[in-house]
């Protein structure tokens, strides 16, 4: 199947102010891609691109004083499969985790392991060990929080939303991953495009959505307590620790953002 994605972002800033941008897809879906995937900036900008440490494809740019606006559009190939569901997939031991697994355990901005582990061993310590486990605690999160896209909060944190029982999909994300890797699960925060595909349509704004992985039995596999469903049409664009690593923005002074749209559909091959 191909999937027509893009976004369109406006940022108003009063002075030159220079800023990184995570708005290409990720280098692992490249091979995918049925056009190019370029940003259009409607003022001149000096930008180049760069391999963040996660291995996200991102931008530097010094945006004007005044608005921007920052455009794509692009075609990509899709199996058209759901997420894959390794229902036999085992568990780790520390030990046996790669080295490059192992940063996925530890605490970062959004996801407090020391506040959450005794939460997370006291629901799950009981539970089967691998997916099954991690299943446990997305059906436990996808409940314990009622999805409010109005209430919408870039500073809470797993904990906030463990406290606060509401969120949105970044929301159910840190915190279920935060939950796995205090069960010693390597969990890492993913950022990207998911269209209602192959689901009823829904009616609000479209949006990025956030989702995790897991490394279970010597693979990353997709994992979203949000919709708690396998889903199609997943277009990944960053992957990293938490929302900082993977923010669409990341401005160095004063702005703000002042226009969104974002497009994810399915659409159907030209003959």
Not at 7 to 32: E, G, I, K, N, W
Not at 179 to 201: E, F, H, K, Q, S
Not at 207 to 235: C, M, Q
Request: with cysteine.
């Amino acid at each position: 199947m191909q999937i027509k994605a893009g976004f369109t972002l406006s940022y108003q800033c009063p002075q030159p102010t220079p800023m990184l941008l995570c708005l290409h897809v990720h280098p692992s879906r490249r091979a995918d891609l049925l056009s190019e995937q370029i940003l259009v900036f409607s003022r001149p900008v000096d930008a180049w691109d760069y391999l963040d440490g996660f291995g996200n494809s991102c931008t530097r740019i010094v945006a004007p004083a005044g608005q921007l606006t920052i455009s794509t559009e692009f075609w990509v190939f899709d199996t058209g499969l759901p997420d894959v569901v390794p229902a036999t997939a085992h568990q780790h031991a520390i030990e046996e985790l790669p080295d490059e697994a192992l940063v996925y355990l530890l605490g970062s901005r959004y996801c407090e392991t020391d506040l959450l582990t005794p939460v997370a061993w006291e629901l799950f310590g009981a539970t089967e060990p691998g997916w099954p486990r991690v299943q446990a605690i997305l059906d436990w999160v996808h409940n314990h929080i009622r999805f409010d896209y109005g209430q919408a909060d870039r500073t809470r944190s797993a904990f906030g939303a463990y406290q606060g029982h509401v969120g949105v999909c970044r929301d159910f994300a840190h915190l279920a991953l935060t939950l796995c890797r205090c069960m010693n699960i390597p969990a890492r925060y993913c950022t990207g495009y998911l269209g209602d595909i192959g689901v009823p349509p829904n009616p609000a704004p479209m949006d990025f959505s956030a989702w995790f992985e897991v490394y279970l039995g010597g693979h990353w596999y997709t994992a979203d307590a949000r919709h708690n469903t396998p889903r199609i049409g997943r277009v990944l664009m960053g992957i990293g620790r938490d929302a900082t690593d993977v923010a669409l923005s990341t401005q160095f002074g004063p702005g703000t953002l002042s226009g969104f749209e974002v497009v994810t559909e399915q659409v159907q091959p030209a003959v």
